[in-house]
């Protein structure tokens, strides 16, 4: 139980890792023999451990109330509260894509409306409140950016992107119409305000350098808003037509390649600049954290934003791009998963936050 008061937002991202290792594998452009059956069991390794997760911040809530509220004061581990919605929305769009396989389609879309609101609600909060306390109550270095503050603001897209999914199970009508709107605009929300920070994380990686800590794992998040932004886009695109006007959801579809292919090319881009300076923080040292989960529902994402590349474009080129990318996937969830798994029961990774920040530097 003592364990409990260290348990930090951040454990969420390991939902958000798994779950994307079910939702983009059942969007692969390839079907391999035993892949439906190996997404069906990681779908419910992920759901289990959401709820496992949300038993335990409950207790820990009620257990050590003080440890709980401290992490929402601190300027690196505030952020992560973003990582729950998205874990609700991870298992919700798994539930529409794989789940329905082994509980039933109706039980499935219901469970995916529930998470779905649940989290779209957390998202919206998040995204509108953790912002809100930077600007007013943290103290910010200006060498501070990092990943992580993307982790509230992107919740929004990932609604966008699997509330696209339940479109299909909505009435026509005017209900339908306004889920579509309404995606769209959650998708506008975090797209620009994750572009901004974004830039500022660019900013500060060419004014100071990085952290050469555990931190640096967390630049693979700038793939999250790139991915699922292309992704949303893929699938706001193909179910426009149950709800608005053919020649609008033509524009909408078109959106989605015009929109998709250049973001996807920034974010082949970013993928090598991430690359690169993980593998320099790892030659020197970088010691295992719950930041390396980032390095798995960012990728997922980059996936599924291609897959939907390759249906809207029929090229070969994307379908390979994105096998490529899962291959990657699943060897980078494994480690971490293993690590994770370990970690949690030596309790190591229960640890309190780091009260000072994390200094940037070049060399």
Same mark, same amino acid.
């Given at each position: 139980?003592?364990?409990?008061a260290?348990?930090?937002?951040?454990?969420f991202?390991?939902?958000?890792?798994?779950?994307?290792?079910?939702?983009?594998?059942?969007?692969?452009?390839?079907?391999?023999?035993?892949?439906?059956?190996?997404?069906?069991?990681v779908?419910?390794?992920?759901?289990v451990l959401l709820?496992?997760?949300?038993v335990?911040?409950i207790?820990?809530?009620v257990?050590?109330?003080?440890?709980?509220?401290?992490?929402?004061?601190?300027p690196q581990?505030t952020?992560?509260y973003?990582?729950?919605?998205?874990?609700?929305?991870?298992?919700a769009?798994g539930?529409?894509?794989?789940?329905?396989?082994?509980?039933?389609e109706r039980?499935?879309?219901?469970?995916a409306?529930?998470?779905?609101?649940?989290?779209?609600l957390?998202?919206?909060?998040?995204?509108?409140?953790?912002?809100?306390?930077?600007?007013?109550?943290l103290?910010?270095?200006?060498?501070?950016?990092?990943?992580?503050?993307?982790m509230?603001?992107?919740?929004?897209m990932v609604s966008?992107?699997?509330?696209?999914?339940?479109?299909?199970?909505?009435?026509?009508?005017?209900?339908?119409?306004?889920?579509?709107?309404?995606?769209?605009?959650?998708?506008g929300?975090?797209l620009?305000?994750?572009?901004?920070?974004?830039?500022?994380?660019?900013?500060?990686? +060419? *004014?100071? @350098? #990085?952290?050469?800590?555990?931190? &640096?794992? /967390?630049?693979?998040?700038?793939l999250?808003?790139?991915?699922?932004?292309i992704?949303?886009?893929?699938?706001?695109?193909?179910?426009?037509?149950?709800?608005?006007?053919?020649?609008l959801?033509?524009?909408?579809?078109v959106?989605?390649?015009?929109?998709?292919?250049p973001?996807?090319?920034?974010?082949?881009?970013?993928?090598?600049?991430?690359?690169?300076?993980?593998?320099?923080?790892?030659?020197?040292?970088?010691?295992?954290?719950?930041?390396?989960?980032?390095?798995?529902?960012p990728?997922?994402?980059?996936?599924?934003?291609?897959?939907?590349?390759?249906?809207h474009?029929?090229?070969?080129?994307f379908?390979?791009?994105?096998?490529?990318?899962?291959? +990657? *996937?699943? @060897? #980078?969830?494994?480690?971490?998963a &293993?690590? /994770?798994a370990?970690?949690?029961?030596?309790?190591?990774l229960?640890?309190?936050?780091?009260?000072?920040?994390?200094?940037?530097?070049?060399?």
């Open positions: 139980m003592a364990r409990l260290h348990l930090g937002p951040n454990w991202a390991s939902v958000m890792g798994t779950g994307i290792v079910a939702t983009a594998g059942a969007t692969l452009p390839l079907h391999v023999p035993g892949l439906t059956v190996f997404t069906r069991a779908w419910v390794v992920a759901a709820v496992v997760l949300t335990a911040v207790v820990q809530r257990r050590h109330p003080v440890a709980a509220r401290g992490y929402a004061r601190n581990m952020h992560f973003g990582a729950a919605p998205m874990a609700l929305m991870t298992v769009a539930a529409v894509l794989t789940g329905k396989d082994l509980i039933g039980p499935a879309v219901d469970l409306w529930v998470l779905w609101t649940a989290g779209t957390g998202g919206l909060f998040t995204a509108a409140t953790i912002p809100f306390l930077m600007f007013t109550q103290d910010v270095e200006p060498d501070a950016a990092f990943g992580g503050w993307l509230p603001v992107v919740p929004p966008a992107a699997s509330g696209a999914l339940l479109l299909p199970h909505m009435a026509p009508g005017t209900g339908r119409a306004t889920m579509l709107y309404g995606c769209y605009a959650m998708f929300l975090s620009i305000a994750g572009l901004i920070i974004i830039t500022m994380i660019w900013s500060r990686l +060419a *004014l100071y @350098g #990085t952290s050469g800590t555990a931190r &640096v794992p /967390t630049l693979w998040i700038v999250g808003p790139l991915g699922q932004g992704t949303a886009a893929g699938l706001l695109g193909s179910h426009a037509g149950l709800a608005v006007a053919p020649e959801a033509g524009a909408m579809n959106f989605a390649v015009v929109f998709g292919v973001v996807w090319g920034f974010a082949v881009l970013w993928i090598v600049l991430a690359t690169e300076l993980t593998v320099r923080t790892m030659r020197r040292g970088m010691p295992f954290a719950l930041t390396w989960w980032s390095l798995t529902f990728v997922g994402t980059f996936v599924t934003g291609t897959a939907q590349l390759a249906v474009t029929g090229l070969p080129a379908e390979v791009a994105a096998v490529v990318a899962y291959v +990657a *996937l699943l @060897g #980078t969830w494994a480690l971490v &293993v690590r /994770t370990r970690g949690g029961l030596a309790g190591t229960f640890t309190p936050p780091p009260a000072d920040p994390v200094k940037a530097r070049k060399g």
